[in-house]
């Protein structure tokens, strides 16, 4: 595999970074991952989008988007032909000092590509004990400050979970550790609004765009009360929720949740950056 950093395509055994950039020292950086289908990168322009709207909020100076864009393309075009693979582009603040403080060097930029699994037909979801802090200075910016959703994440899978699902401080449903939550209660397809301090998701963003749906707070036990639910996510596109904390929902999918997912593959497979 090849990777881009900087400008430079070098072999993935020969990419570094320096033990001083800030992203390593403290995390200090903005990320997105685009999916890859048989060399065409999907949605590349919403996430470039998100990725200098990321990069604005955290205080960075903006990215360079028609470099990265090159180095995308470069990557995808330089590696093998792959069923499905993501991209992921990493843009830290640079050379630092070993503290808070960020240096003056210009950003470090990195994309790099592996191989994706599919997502599975169905997923279950634990809800994690810690909440999303709507109000914090990182609510809605996709940063590379993931430990937290690792923590998460790990903690859901030792209890049989695929995702975990956060609420926020207020109590409502928020989002999970790289995901959007969609339910539908009485035949109406609900999602917690961008206040809710969840990440303005692409997937997300096309679904409210190509199939509809209400954005509106949300109690956390709207989730596992629901009639039938699904995640969005750039790995996931629309995946069926099966069980929350171990109780499993009443359709799986639903035919709201499949007409969902049916809706946004047909439109993904006409606008690949739409």
Same mark, same amino acid.
């Not at 800030?22 to 989008?49: C, M, P």
């Not at 969609?182 to 190509?210: D, H, M, N, Q």
């Given at each position: ?15 570094k970074?320096?033990? +001083? ?7 200090d950086?903005? +990320? ?9 990168? +999907? ?19 903006? &990215? ?13 075009d ?31 930029? /990195? ?7 599919? &997502? ?11 909440r999303?802090?709507?109000? #914090? ?21 030792e209890?049989?979970? #695929? ?14 550790t ?8 009485g ?23 190509? +199939?509809g ?27 069926? /929720? ?29 606008? &690949?950056?739409?």
């Amino acid at each position: 595999m090849v990777v881009w950093i900087n400008g430079d395509l070098l072999p993935d055994n020969e990419a570094k970074i320096s033990v +001083f950039d800030h992203g390593l020292v403290t995390g200090d950086g903005v +990320f997105e991952t685009v999916k890859v289908t048989n060399g065409t990168l +999907f949605a590349l322009s919403r996430h470039l989008v998100r990725l200098g709207r990321s990069a604005a909020g955290l205080g960075l100076a903006e &990215p360079d988007m028609d470099q990265i864009r090159a180095g995308a393309l470069a990557v995808v075009d330089a590696s093998p032909m792959l069923p499905l693979a993501r991209v992921r582009i990493t843009v830290t603040a640079g050379m630092s000092a070993l503290g808070s403080e960020r240096g003056n060097s210009p950003l470090t930029t /990195i994309v790099a590509l592996a191989e994706q699994k599919p &997502p599975a037909a169905a997923i279950d979801v634990v809800v994690a004990p810690w909440r999303r802090n709507e109000e #914090g200075a990182l609510a809605g910016l996709k940063t590379t400050s993931y430990a937290g959703n690792v923590r998460a994440l790990a903690y859901a899978a030792e209890r049989g979970g #695929g995702e975990a699902i956060f609420a926020n401080v207020a109590g409502n449903l928020c989002e999970g550790t790289g995901t959007n939550v969609f339910v539908a209660i009485g035949g109406k397809l609900i999602t917690p609004p961008l206040s809710s301090g969840c990440l303005a998701g692409v997937t997300r963003g096309l679904v409210l765009e190509w +199939f509809g749906a209400a954005e509106d707070e949300l109690p956390l036990t709207a989730l596992s009360n629901a009639d039938e639910a699904f995640l969005t996510g750039t790995t996931r596109d629309v995946q069926p /929720i099966r069980h929350v904390n171990g109780r499993k929902l009443a359709a799986v999918p639903g035919s709201i949740t499949r007409k969902a997912a049916e809706v946004f593959a047909m439109r993904a497979t006409e606008s &690949p950056d739409p």
